[in-house]
């Protein structure tokens, strides 16, 4: 008895987790853009990668380095660095309400995932 009712808390569990993975496959979106900008926000003490609009009129913003003090040279050398790369964003949620949105990956030409 104790083993069928084993088997079947395990069979029940297996098909949960995999919809659930399947659910949040189902539902992602992929934008492509490309860095317009790297800018140093003085109240969080950190580097971000901006990116171009896309047809939405969207901008993407990512973290990218923190530092307690604004640097030009490290300003400089981040917008040369990123400036004009392509990006490849995956996210789940409703484009339209930003606090619904949750970022899968950022991919950068050249550099590879921010989100590893």
């Known amino acids: 008895m104790k083993k069928s009712l084993i088997t079947i808390l395990t069979i029940l569990a297996l098909f949960f987790f995999s919809s659930q993975t399947f659910a949040a496959g189902y ?3 992929t934008v492509l853009s490309k860095i317009d900008c790297v800018y140093y926000d003085t109240n969080d003490h950190t580097y971000y990668i901006v990116t171009l609009g896309d047809s939405l009129e969207s901008r993407w913003m990512f973290n990218i380095q923190s530092s307690v003090a604004f640097d030009t040279n490290t300003l400089q050398q ?3 660095t990123y400036k004009g790369k392509q990006t490849t964003i995956i996210y789940t949620g409703d ?4 606090d619904e949105i949750e970022i899968i990956s950022c991919d ?6 921010l989100y590893e």
């Open 27 to 29: 539902n992602q979106s």
């Open 78 to 80: 981040l917008n040369e």
């Open 95 to 98: 484009i339209r309400h930003e």
């Open 108 to 113: 950068i030409e050249g550099f590879g995932n």
